[in-house]
């Protein structure tokens, strides 16, 4: 469904994160929740970004929106949104009016995102207000058929309170008030997390059809890989703050190369076979103290662990279908792209300019040393 | 409309019920007190040579207390007259008790109702604003201020302020609710000695339930701002102005309950404040008569207060069902 769904002469928006770092301000000093993060949404595609709970998969979505909330803020980086430009520049109502107008955001089910004192309609009017619609009855109308297509009875849930929906529908109508102002980029923040199996399977459906009716750029956020197999065309991986694995849905699970993403499907208990084939990673996620200021931070739980990964960050960089940061599996793969050509020259300055900058202890020199020679000699 | 007919019917019935339940416990109470003065009345009207059938029934007539009879036929006599709201005489100055209550009422419910309506005012703003400055040293200092305020009983900031604006530097009338000398009337004397001898009393009940305000709406506004629906009307881009308002009507909500409960309940916490400052509302009506064993005063006090606080229950309850969807649906369905 790639680039054949054209809502607008320009083509639909996609997005575009470089060198995302995203802190939080704690008692310890600002701690990355996000580090150096880069991603590209493809026009017209689902994308699924799953990692476990405290990975940063909800702070990074909350960036596409530069709604991330206090203590935490966006460090560096920037987030282009096609036809907004740089998300992370954006301030005052020019933000707000992003938010929603070209992105929308839909919440967890579970969550309350309505207003308990109002009607669904009522709330939809505020909406139309904030964004400056003119012709209210059509956004009213415009609510109404979205509610059809998911299969509600548009009026009477326009007329309803939060509390006489059930949770499939209060999720319809997050996802209608995030598409009813016609946003090109949407974001799914564990759209089915919380709701049963034949809601969840719903949702989904809804998902991808609206996605493909509408060529919307959408991004799932989830700690179910179902949901990204069910839903998505490009799946991403985050563990600690990184992304660690991206690449087309079927490829990296039938696949998958980083030592996480790998651990992560064998964790998965299969519906045929024995439950002591699914096995669990072997230790915890880091916390956001816990993670390592540098090397891998997925090193204390990996099988493939070697002394670079202690020491110098593994680049995510490009090995044929897919993206991924690993120093065990990146070196194998042939370089055959510019980017991933530049972005290797950049491994050793950095691990030098940590060094030079006197901020890690002198041991870590020779590894630094050792760490480029690998790369050169991998590479060559 | 019908949900919410039914359950004010409801609730008047309970209401009903319960003011039924305090007028037999207050029967009961009067009725085993040492000091009868009705029994004394009826054995000196014997004394004064009247025929036990006379001095029973002038009694009965002035009293609504038979002297003689079983209890239960007092009690009857005695609920048979409320039901016609008949409450007697006081045995101590023979006026009505309902003009007594009527006269006492206005001093009590006017200032506590001022103190009230600006205590709940200036707590509920100052509360909205310790909630989003929580975390800095203003935000600290508010906190701090409403939660020694709400440790401060109302009488002990009554003497305090006593202290301080009659005695120490004394701009205010220490008691009293109006200087004498002036001609009752809508003349600027009496109005300016009405208002400054009101000053003291009102800003009592306003400073003893500030800090509550303060607390209560603080901690709503914070609870409110943690609610996933504030963020997600952010993320939709909603105007400010539309945020403040969700914040605002769902944050005030569980506030007006305690108001109205609260308002009920100055009315019999009036007792200590009217005491000190010698002012003649129904606190210090109901002193007074429990010193004089003016039965009558007394059970009519106690009906009042009882009725005050039931009413504020219900009329809470009620204004709960029109600004709360959820009860109010909730009703309809019923």
Not at chain 1, 64 to 72: E, F, K, M
Not at chain 1, 146 to 173: I, K, N, P, T
Request: aromatic share 6%; with cysteine.
């Amino acid at each position: 469904m790639t680039l054949t769904t054209p809502m607008s002469p320009d083509g639909p928006p996609s997005v575009r994160i470089r060198d995302l770092t995203v802190v939080y301000r704690t008692a310890a000093g600002e701690l990355p929740a996000v580090r150096d993060v880069s991603m590209d949404l493809a026009p017209g595609t689902v994308t699924g970004l799953v990692g476990e709970s405290g990975s940063g998969k909800s702070t990074l979505a909350l960036s596409l929106l530069n709604a991330v909330q206090p203590p935490g803020r966006i460090s560096a980086g920037s987030v282009d949104i096609g036809g907004l430009g740089d998300v992370v520049q954006l301030r005052g109502d020019k933000l707000r009016q992003a938010r929603g107008g070209q992105i929308g955001y839909v919440f967890q089910a579970a969550q309350n995102s309505l207003n308990p004192l109002k009607t669904v309609g009522k709330q939809l009017l505020d909406l139309g207000r904030s964004h400056d619609v003119k012709d209210l009855r059509a956004l009213v109308a415009e609510a109404r058929d979205l509610l059809a297509r998911m299969g509600l009875d548009g009026a009477r849930v326009l007329d309803s309170y939060q509390h006489e929906l059930s949770g499939g529908m209060r999720q319809r109508v997050g996802i209608m008030l995030a598409l009813v102002l016609n946003a090109h980029v949407v974001v799914l923040d564990e759209p089915t997390t919380a709701l049963d199996m034949i809601t969840q399977a719903n949702i989904l459906e809804i998902i991808r059809e609206i996605h493909a009716e509408r060529g919307l750029t959408t991004l799932v956020i989830t700690h179910d890989i179902g949901v990204v197999a069910e839903v998505a065309d490009e799946i991403a991986v985050m563990y600690g703050g990184r992304l660690v694995e991206q690449g087309p849905v079927r490829a990296v699970l039938g696949d998958p190369h980083h030592p996480y993403t790998r651990g992560l499907i064998q964790a998965i208990p299969r519906l045929t076979g024995d439950i002591d084939e699914a096995q669990a990673l072997p230790g915890r996620p880091p916390t956001l103290t816990t993670i390592p200021d540098q090397g891998c931070v997925f090193r204390s739980r990996c099988a493939l662990r070697m002394d670079v990964c202690d020491t110098v960050d593994p680049l995510f960089q490009s090995t044929g279908d897919r993206m991924v940061a690993c120093h065990a599996v990146a070196p194998a793969a042939t370089f055959t792209t510019t980017t991933s050509e530049s972005e290797r020259e950049m491994t050793p300055s950095r691990a030098w300019s940590g060094i030079g900058s006197g901020r890690r202890e002198p041991a870590a020199d020779g590894d630094g040393v050792v760490a480029r020679e690998t790369n050169e000699g991998d590479s060559a | 409309m019908k949900g919410i007919a039914r359950r004010l019917a409801g609730h008047l019935a309970r209401g009903l019920v319960m003011i039924w339940v305090v007028l037999t416990f207050t029967f009961v109470i009067v009725s085993i007190m040492p000091g009868d003065p009705v029994q004394a009345e009826y054995e000196l009207l014997l004394q004064q040579g009247h025929s036990p059938q006379q001095a029973e029934a002038q009694t009965a007539m002035l009293h609504r207390f038979r002297p003689t009879g079983s209890v239960l036929e007092q009690y009857l006599e005695y609920m048979g007259s409320l039901l016609r709201l008949d409450l007697g005489q006081s045995v101590v100055t023979r006026v009505d008790v309902s003009t007594i209550l009527g006269e006492a009422t206005r001093w009590t419910v006017i200032p506590v109702l001022i103190g009230t309506v600006l205590s709940f005012v200036l707590g509920v703003l100052i509360g909205v604003y310790a909630a989003i400055k929580r975390s800095g040293k203003l935000g600290d200092a508010l906190t701090l201020s409403g939660s020694l305020l709400r440790g401060l009983p109302d009488f002990v900031v009554a003497l305090i302020l006593a202290a301080i604006f009659a005695t120490l530097w004394p701009v205010l009338p220490r008691s009293g609710a109006v200087n004498i000398l002036y001609e009752p009337g809508f003349n600027l004397d009496y109005i300016l000695s009405l208002g400054q001898h009101a000053i003291l009393p009102i800003a009592t009940y306003a400073i003893s339930s500030y800090g509550g305000w303060i607390l209560a709406m603080k901690s709503s506004v914070v609870t409110v701002l943690g609610d996933d629906f504030i963020l997600a009307a952010e993320l939709r881009g909603m105007k400010r102005s539309v945020i403040f308002r969700y914040i605002a009507r769902n944050a005030i909500l569980p506030l007006f309950t305690i108001f109205a409960l609260s308002i009920a309940a100055l009315f019999s916490g009036a007792i200590f404040v009217e005491r000190i400052f010698n002012y003649p509302g129904l606190g210090m009506l109901l002193i007074n008569s429990i010193g004089r064993r003016d039965i009558t005063v007394m059970t009519g006090a106690f009906l009042l207060i009882t009725a005050a606080v039931i009413v504020a229950n219900i009329v809470a309850d009620m204004f709960y069902t029109v600004i709360d969807p959820r009860v109010r649906r909730a009703g309809d369905a019923a």
